[in-house]
C-alpha cells in the first residue's frame, strides 16, 4: 500500500540533545512537509521541499533541520537550539506543484523531552 | 497574506443534530480549499476539497462544504452526527503554483449521546 510512515511513533529527547524524526513515503510525490501540531494551535509549517535537493522554511524553521536527498525520504532533525520541542510533528506530501493536490499524512512522531 | 480562522475551538453537537463548522479564509487570489479530520494520536485524512469546478462539495463519511466568494467562507456541514464523528476538524487553503498549506486552528467535535 502507498502512503508515508513516520518513525519512531515516541521519542524522548534529553536536554541539549539532537534528534531526527525519520519520514518515508512511496507514492512518488514531489513535494514533502513538516509540521508541527500543539493543542490549540493547528498545524504549522517547519520546512517544506518540492524537490529533492531543495527545501524552504516555514514559519517556525528554528531550531530545526532537514535535507531531502532522495525523492521518498525528508528526515527532520530537531536541534538542541530548539527551545520548546515537545508537540506532535507530522509529515506529509503533495504530488505536484501546483497547489490543488491533497496532502497525505503520516501518522505522526509525538517527541517529549525529558 | 492568506490564512484561515476557524472560530470556537470546541464543538458540542447531539448526536442526531445538525454538524456545522465555519471556516473562513482571507486571500486575494482564488483558493483551493480543504476539510481534514484527525483522531487521536493520528496523521490528517482528506474529508473533502474545493479546486474550482462546483462551489457545493460533497465528501467522506456524509460530509459536504459549500464555497461561497462573497462570504470568503467554506463552512463544513452534516445532517446528522454520528458517535464517530468525534474527532478534530481542520480548514486548510493552498493556491494555484503554491504547495503551501495555511491551517486553521481547528474545531474539536464532542458529540453527546
Known amino acids: 500500500d502507498g502512503g508515508i510512515t513516520q518513525s519512531p511513533k515516541y521519542l524522548f529527547r534529553k536536554e541539549g540533545q539532537n534528534v531526527t524524526l525519520s519520514c518515508e513515503q512511496n507514492l512518488n510525490h514531489d513535494a514533502m512537509y513538516w509540521y508541527r501540531q500543539d493543542p490549540g494551535q493547528g498545524l504549522r509549517l517547519i520546512y517544506y521541499s518540492q524537490i529533492v535537493n531543495d527545501f524552504q522554511k516555514g514559519d517556525i524553521a528554528e531550531g530545526y533541520s532537514v535535507s531531502r536527498e532522495k525523492k521518498e525520504s525528508f528526515p527532520l532533525t530537531v536541534t538542541s537550539a530548539q527551545k520548546n520541542p515537545t508537540a506532535f510533528y507530522l509529515c506529509a506530501s503533495t504530488e505536484g506543484r501546483q497547489g490543488a493536490g491533497e496532502a497525505f499524512f503520516g501518522q505522526g512522531t509525538r517527541l517529549t523531552v525529558v | 497574506a492568506q490564512s484561515v480562522t476557524q472560530l470556537g475551538s470546541h464543538v458540542s453537537v447531539s448526536e442526531g443534530a445538525l454538524v456545522l463548522l465555519r471556516c473562513n479564509y482571507s486571500?486575494?487570489?482564488?483558493?483551493?480549499l480543504f476539510w481534514y479530520v484527525q483522531y487521536p494520536n493520528q496523521g490528517l485524512q482528506l474529508l473533502l476539497k474545493y479546486t474550482s469546478a462546483a462551489t457545493l462539495v460533497k465528501g467522506i463519511n456524509g460530509f459536504e462544504a459549500e464555497f461561497k466568494k462573497s462570504e470568503t467562507s467554506f463552512h463544513l456541514t452534516k445532517p446528522s452526527a454520528h458517535m464517530s464523528d468525534a474527532a478534530e476538524y481542520f480548514c486548510a487553503v493552498s493556491f494555484y503554483g503554491n504547495n503551501r498549506l495555511a491551517f486553521g486552528k481547528g474545531n474539536q467535535v464532542v458529540v453527546i449521546p
Open positions: 486571500s486575494s487570489v482564488p483558493p483551493y
